[in-house]
């Protein structure tokens, strides 16, 4: 998982532009079943470019919806990814990318492709998960409309389209059961970015020297970038399991705008190193001694964690 967050006080978009791309191409160590881009401008999207050679309707498509358009395709990141979407990236002040590896539903239908456009209070969200939940639990809870995929990411985000209130959405996201990381945006609100993590899903946030904020799934990502590009990182900060960040731009600076804390639930299986895949063993260690989630035994009551 990754993304930006642009500030109008940044004079070359292109950096950040570069540093995104080196993003999504690291991202494809935590998943290459499929992988996506959202770019959000908050205006309609003009037509794009013909899909690249040797993609097909099946393992490509590129959409566009009223303020946004969601490129997504079968595989790596490196064959969603093109030039000529350099222009319309270099313009969209919010961008979201993903790489799948497919935990729930099949990773041969791009319905179960991220980022995800779900309707909602209109026009609705565009979101990503990294992780695996108990989509079956939330479905029980909450009155959720049919899925037009097959993936637990989709009720998930069915649920949180709906709200709004920052104690609705800690409250949602503690009913969780599993992994998860969170970035989603309000498509009417396309300067804004949800970011969550629950259980055990790595998250980190990162602000560049020019004010653009990023976040991904490996802090190592970014130390990367910076070798690759002329982004340079004042900040990196990987999230504590248990936060919800609602971040924006005030006066051209990100700020985090709304913020909770909340107990995540993991399943005792969830806790596997596989949670840590491209870490190095410093940042995985360091991980490790914070977490705070408790564990849930199938058809028992939670138990909070030892750490």
Request: proline share 9%; aromatic share 6%.
């Amino acid at each position: 998982m990754f993304g930006l967050l642009r500030s109008p006080r940044a004079g070359d978009p292109g950096r950040a532009s570069d540093a995104l791309v080196v993003l999504g191409a690291l991202a494809e160590e935590r998943g290459r079943d499929s992988a996506g881009i959202a770019l959000l401008t908050g205006r309609p999207a003009a037509p794009g470019p013909e899909a690249p050679a040797g993609t097909a309707g099946e393992r490509y498509s590129d959409l566009h919806h009223d303020g946004c358009r969601v490129v997504k395709g079968r595989g790596g990141f490196g064959g969603v990814w093109h030039p000529d979407l350099l222009p319309a990236l270099d313009a969209s002040p919010t961008v979201l990318g993903h790489t799948r590896w497919a935990t729930q539903g099949t990773p041969h239908d791009l319905a179960n492709a991220s980022p995800l456009v779900v309707p909602g209070p209109p026009p609705g969200i565009i979101a990503t998960h990294n992780g695996d939940i108990e989509a079956g639990e939330l479905r029980a809870l909450h009155a959720l409309p049919p899925a037009t995929g097959t993936t637990d990411s989709e009720p998930l985000f069915q649920l949180l389209a709906g709200l709004r209130a920052t104690t609705e959405i800690a409250a949602a996201l503690a009913s969780l059961t599993g992994r998860a990381a969170l970035a989603w945006t309000d498509r009417a609100r396309p300067g804004r970015v949800h970011l969550a993590r629950a259980a055990l899903s790595p998250l980190c946030v990162a602000v560049d020297t020019g004010q653009n904020l990023y976040w991904a799934s490996n802090p190592r990502w970014f130390r990367e970038a910076e070798r690759h590009t002329g982004v340079r990182f004042a900040t990196v900060v990987m999230l504590r399991e248990g936060t919800y960040l609602q971040a924006g731009l005030v006066r051209g600076r990100p700020r985090v705008l709304a913020r909770a804390s909340f107990l995540p639930t993991a399943r005792p299986w969830d806790v596997d190193d596989r949670v840590w895949t491209g870490f190095t063993p410093a940042d995985a260690d360091r991980d490790r001694a914070l977490l705070r989630h408790r564990t849930a035994e199938r058809g028992g009551e939670p138990v909070p964690a030892a750490a």
